[in-house]
């Protein structure tokens, strides 16, 4: 899924008004699998000055990648966060870890050949989808509409919850950051 429907999906799950601590939590650990993500390539674009297609269509393969990947979206690593944050009765790492085991519940079956190994460090394997979330060699066509739709839906739950203009505004930005692409595409492409 796009990281934006992440952050809306966490949030639905476990942000709560008032509890400044456990909102942020949620939203941190929905961004958190792919912040090495955006660490790695921004380094490689914005710094260094790579090509794209190299960043894109070798790096992210490349054995080093995928090996911090393996980490940031495991579910052992956060499945064992999780435990530990119910057992210290912490509710800000619950929610962060809770929200970080959703975005890799809602990964996993939507990465096609871009799959992530996410039982490490049991094993490398990766679960090869055949519905990709933008992919339309692979449903993605398909799958983006409804993980928009389904996103919308959330930030009007969200709304609803929160009824102050700070998580508005934030709520306002995510969902923005969703609907973004999907138009300026349509508007490239003439769709």
């Not at 990648?65 to 944050?85: H, R, T």
């Amino acid at each position: 899924m796009n990281t934006p429907a992440h952050l809306i999906f966490g949030a639905a799950a476990f942000a709560k008004p008032g509890q400044t601590a456990v909102t942020i939590g949620a939203l941190a650990g929905a961004l958190a699998p792919d912040l090495s993500l955006y660490l790695l390539a921004g380094w490689q674009l914005f710094i260094v000055g790579t090509d794209p297609q190299i960043v894109f269509r070798v790096m992210y393969y490349s054995d080093a990648w995928q090996a911090i990947f393996a980490v940031d979206n495991s579910f052992f690593v956060w499945g064992g966060l999780l435990g530990l944050a119910l057992m210290a009765k912490r509710p800000a790492l619950v929610a962060f870890a809770g929200a970080g085991l959703l975005h890799l519940a809602l990964d996993f079956p939507l990465h096609n050949d871009d799959a992530r190994a996410h039982f490490w460090p049991a094993t490398d394997w990766r679960f090869i989808s055949p519905v990709s979330y933008w992919d339309t060699r692979h449903y993605g066509g398909i799958v983006g509409p409804i993980e928009m739709a389904a996103s919308l839906l959330c930030l009007g739950v969200l709304w609803r919850r929160f009824r102050t203009m700070p998580p508005r505004v934030i709520m306002a930005l995510a969902g923005a950051l969703q609907v973004a692409p999907f138009i300026i595409w349509a508007f490239v492409f003439g769709a």
